[in-house]
């Protein structure tokens, strides 16, 4: 089965760091985009980073450019976000997702999800 798992969300003081792993199983990232998304409650999901296995490219939405580090350990199937910073506006659901070929911000393109993990950042 395929199945990606999200997981190191927690609580964090503004200014703080937490990072998120997203484990992969049932297929390999060689030819995939690995997303990070999150979502407040009534919002839909925001394209937070995008790294691509094809081309070795990684962009970043501009509120998190500079604080946030997308990564992926191709060998092991494994993907991080470090988060540095925190702002209480990165509270949020966050959550990996795999694409095939190259990066995009369109959640519809995103053929794998993982199950989502809080991130919630207080002043």
């Known amino acids: 089965d395929v199945q990606l798992q999200a997981s190191g969300g927690g609580s964090a003081q503004a200014g703080g760091s937490l990072r998120l792993s997203c484990a992969a199983s049932?297929?390999?990232?060689?030819?995939?985009?690995i997303g990070w998304f999150r979502q407040v409650p009534g919002k839909g999901r925001e394209g937070v980073s995008c790294?691509?296995?094809?081309?070795?490219?990684?962009f970043y939405t501009d509120s998190v450019k500079g604080r946030f580090t997308a990564s992926t350990e191709n060998n092991e199937n494994m993907a991080y976000l470090q988060m540095n910073s925190l702002k209480p506006e990165d509270t949020a659901v966050y959550f990996c997702?795999?694409?095939?070929?190259?990066?995009?911000?369109?959640?519809?393109?995103?053929?794998?999800w993982g199950q989502g993990t809080q991130v919630t950042v207080s002043s």
């Open positions: 997702a795999a694409a095939r070929g190259l990066c995009t911000w369109n959640p519809e393109d995103f053929r794998y």
């Open positions: 049932g297929f390999s990232f060689d030819d995939y985009a």
């Open positions: 790294r691509s296995r094809r081309d070795g490219s990684t």
